[in-house]
Nanobody, 127 residues
């Protein structure tokens, strides 16, 4: 499956932004779809993940209560709604798909659990 992230941009602190991840085919066979981000000079970190089975979602503590992950009914697009954005949310955001095994943890899954990755979309939050 090929993934393509889009919707990033430059916003002010406190604003909202929704980014999308379009898949080349329905991702109903995935155990989880996720978002990660990488800020300059930092390692890539988990942001959010969703399971189509039961609609379970998990979030990093840093975004809990501000970000929401969802998908369309066709399971071809995953969204990340980002509210109350902060300058520290500035990063390149990547979407990913896990088709091998259920996630071990939903609060901080490892990048290695996801085998398909899209190119990133830049989100910049100005203060």
């Amino acid at each position: 499956v090929q993934l393509q992230a889009s919707g990033g941009g430059l916003v002010q602190a406190g604003a909202s932004l929704r980014i999308s991840c379009a898949a080349s085919e329905a991702t109903s066979g995935a155990y989880a779809m996720g978002w990660f981000r990488q800020a300059p000079g930092k390692e890539r970190e988990f942001v959010a993940a969703i399971s189509w089975s039961g609609g379970r979602a998990g979030y990093a503590d840093s975004v809990k209560g501000r970000f929401a992950i969802s998908g369309d009914n066709a399971k071809t697009t995953v969204f990340l709604q980002m509210n109350s954005l902060k300058p520290e949310d500035t990063a390149v955001y990547y979407c990913a798909a896990d088709y091998r095994f259920p996630l071990i943890t939903w609060s901080s899954p490892r990048q290695e659990e996801f085998e398909y990755w899209g190119q990133g979309t830049q989100v910049t939050v100005s203060s």
